[in-house]
């Protein structure tokens, strides 16, 4: 080839490119959960319509069993987005939106466990920590992703106690979620078969030891007089009315859903705390009494050392009983209220 011929030509027109040779990878790609630490993974609409009929859809802001302002399925301000306000009303189609986005952080976790492949067992392990935020050390989902599933099971099923104390409403949620894990098993959701929602919840529980236990609390709160049997006759319902009816925040419905519930709970603690603080009011009246006959004294500083005491006890009852009487203050502004 002349030199001439190269001249003002480009240098790719007289030594042509070779076509690239695509490079094989070392190693075959590895899409499993456990080594990506991530699937594109979401609970599906009916997913969240089982995490929803477990957790109860409140159309109406309520406090918690802790204080916190609450409304849709478990949504506080803390999950970000709408910041639930005193009086506050949404609808259902809300509560589900929000329950879409707060169900998001769940789903991430889920997947860092690596051990949820299918969509079922995914959601009924999402489920598990939207209720109780446990699922990176729950010993259930170790065994699970070892393929061990009666030990799974049987752990999971351990996850139903509250205060100590077995709840039956928590021992219902785990055999559903145990039968979508392991069963793939939705069961029958009442919302799929019921028209409306109460925005005091989604239904009337007829489990009859959660009849008992709103019962024992209403009578210890005064609103009913029959016996407790978990048997839901007009008499409890008429109780369950007039509790409600004296905290205004709540919708007299009649039915014990999360937010008649969360009252129910800070009213018996209320009750509780109230008890105690008595008792020690009471404790530290007699203190005094003993002060009056015989006090301590340092001879070194000359301080009477038993009216300190004294002093700082009440000190301390005064600030544990406004405490109280800020975090109860809807309860105490409704009891109130029917004097």
């Not at 190269?6 to 490119?17: D, N």
């Not at 189609?93 to 079922?120: H, I, S």
């Not at 002060?291 to 700082?312: E, K, R």
Request: positive net charge.
């Amino acid at each position: 080839m002349s030199w001439g011929l190269l001249i003002g030509r480009p240098y790719h027109a007289v030594f042509p490119r070779r076509k690239a040779i695509p490079a094989r990878p070392l190693l075959p790609t590895i899409t499993s959960c456990r080594w990506t630490g991530g699937c594109p993974m979401e609970t599906s609409p009916r997913g969240r319509a089982f995490i929803a009929e477990h957790e109860g859809v409140v159309l109406k802001t309520y406090r918690c069993p802790a204080g916190v302002l609450t409304i849709g399925v478990g949504h506080t301000a803390r999950a970000g987005g709408l910041v639930p306000k005193p009086g506050m009303r949404i609808t259902h189609a809300q509560a589900m939106a929000l329950l879409a986005q707060d169900v998001k952080r769940f789903e991430k976790r889920v997947t860092a466990t690596g051990a949820f492949a299918a969509q079922k067992p995914f959601e009924g392990a999402t489920s598990f920590d939207f209720n109780s935020g446990r699922i990176h050390n729950a010993s259930w989902v170790k065994h699970y992703a070892a393929n061990k599933f009666a030990a799974a099971e049987a752990s999971l099923m351990q996850w139903t106690k509250g205060d100590g104390k077995v709840l039956p409403g928590l021992v219902r949620r785990r055999k559903a979620e145990a039968d979508l894990i392991f069963r793939g098993q939705y069961g029958r959701l009442r919302s799929e078969t019921t028209a409306g929602l109460s925005a005091s919840g989604p239904s009337v529980s007829t489990d009859r030891r959660e009849v008992e236990a709103y019962q024992a609390q209403l009578k210890a709160l005064g609103f009913y007089k029959g016996p407790v049997d978990g048997h839901r006759g007009p008499d409890t319902r008429n109780a369950v009315l007039a509790f409600q009816r004296s905290h205004p925040h709540l919708d007299d419905d009649g039915i014990v859903g999360p937010a008649t519930r969360a009252a129910l709970i800070r009213a018996m603690n209320l009750r509780k705390r109230a008890a105690q603080t008595t008792a020690a009011a009471g404790g530290s009246g007699g203190g005094v009494a003993a002060a009056d006959q015989s006090p301590v004294v340092n001879h070194v500083t000359g301080v009477d050392l038993t009216a300190w005491g004294v002093g700082i006890g009440l000190a301390v009852l005064l600030v544990a009983g406004a405490f109280f009487a800020w975090r109860y203050r809807d309860e105490i502004r409704h009891l109130l209220g029917r004097l």
